[in-house]
């Protein structure tokens, strides 16, 4: 599957969730996620290709993703399957000689809108982002101007890119 999506730094997420409620977005999650990055010898990474474990509330997904170049809009071809347990799944992992490198937790609350997800996503010592994916970047574009937000501001970056953002500032 292909996910298309862009983050908007510093957004007020009281604001945005009022914003979302009043186009008629739907709440699907809220509560903490916590997602595992793998590689062996940074071999995947060289290839383009992150291996994440994340738990997200009681559910727990292993997924690869395969980023293409983009200079607006995040572009990976992701592909996910559900694992029944967050630390079996680690194991097996570290048993294939991947090792852990990165490990992000934050809170999320999550909105769905027809095809598109919003994710407002909060990790401690850092501004709350907005993250929007959509199957379009066109649709992308539209929600973005509906909740008020600037295409111009829009950061094609993973979670890792704004934790080194922020660190750098």
Known sequence: MQ???????????????EK???????????????????????????RGITLRLRKKGEQV?????????NKHVKICEEDEVTVNDFETMKKILEKLDLTQYRKITKHRIS????????????????????EIEAPTIA??????????????????????????YYTKK
Do not use: C
Not at 61 to 69: C, D, M, Q
């Open 61 to 69: 997904e292993l997924a690869s993703k395969e980023r293409s170049k």
């Open 3 to 17: 996910e298309k999506e862009v983050k908007f730094l510093e957004i007020n997420p009281s604001d945005m969730i």
């Open 111 to 130: 909105y769905l809108l027809d095809s598109v997800h919003f994710e407002i996503d909060q990790i401690p010592t850092l501004p709350p982002f907005l």
């Open 139 to 164: 649709l992308i574009r539209n929600e973005a101007q509906k909740l008020g937000l600037r295409m111009k501001d829009a950061k094609a970056w993973s979670t890792q890119d704004v934790i080194e």
């Open 20 to 46: 979302l409620e009043k186009l008629g977005a739907q709440k699907t999650f809220e509560g903490e996620i916590v997602a595992a990055y793998f590689d062996r010898q940074r071999k995947l990474a060289k």
